[in-house]
Structures are given as structure tokens and as C-alpha cells.
């Protein structure tokens, strides 16, 4: 079976659903999917679709978008929420004596998975 590396970075995922066909996407571009009688033609579908999608990017004059896993990242994104809900925030970290960020940092790092 292909790897990840088959994908440019990006996630394989293969299931069966609930007819028995097995179905394989790209996790983080899931409008690339297929479908195929085995676990292992559902992932030769696909690449057959990855590579057909990579070709339509390009004569469309467009770049391959790049997967998640293989870009850098600067550790740093704003966010824009409620004044009511930074308020909160801001009054929660001053109670616990930490700064705002290092409170959503904890907060998000919580209930994400790495």
C-alpha cells in the first residue's frame, strides 16, 4: 500500500463503509476521494486522482497546494473572538498570575492532539 510520502505529506485514510466499499481521501483535502472493491484499489483510485488533481493545479496555472505537515510554521496565528470572551480571558489570567497567551496556549494545547 502507498505511503504518505505517495501523497506529497498529505494523510492517507482508507475505510469501508457501510455497503462494503472501501473509500480512500487525502485527510486535509478530503474533495479528493474514491472508491475501490479493496482497501488496496481505493488507494490505487486515489493516486490515480492525486495525480490527476496535481495535473488540473497546474495547467489551471496554479500551485500544488502544499500539505500541512510540510509547511513551517512561526508558532505564532491571531485570532479574532467576542471583546466579552477576551475580557473573560484576559481577567481568568490575571487571577492565575500567567499571561494571556500563556493561558490560550495551555488552553489549546488541552484539546489538541500533536
Not at 45 to 71: D, H, Q, T
Not at 92 to 109: D, F, I, M, P, T
Amino acid at each position: 500500500m502507498e505511503n504518505k510520502e505517495s501523497f506529497n505529506g498529505y494523510t492517507l485514510s482508507v475505510w469501508q463503509d457501510a455497503d462494503g466499499d472501501w473509500m480512500a481521501c487525502l485527510e486535509e483535502m478530503s474533495s479528493i476521494s474514491v472508491f475501490g472493491a479493496s482497501p488496496e484499489e481505493a488507494v490505487s483510485e486515489l493516486s490515480m486522482a492525486w495525480a490527476a488533481a496535481k495535473e488540473s493545479f497546474i495547467a489551471n496555472g496554479e500551485a500544488v497546494p502544499v500539505a500541512p505537515s510540510r509547511k513551517q510554521y512561526g508558532g505564532h496565528f491571531n485570532v479574532r473572538i467576542a471583546k466579552t470572551r477576551h475580557r473573560r480571558l484576559a481577567v481568568e489570567a490575571a487571577r492565575e498570575g500567567v499571561s494571556l497567551n500563556s493561558l490560550v496556549a495551555g488552553k489549546l494545547s488541552a484539546t489538541t492532539s500533536v
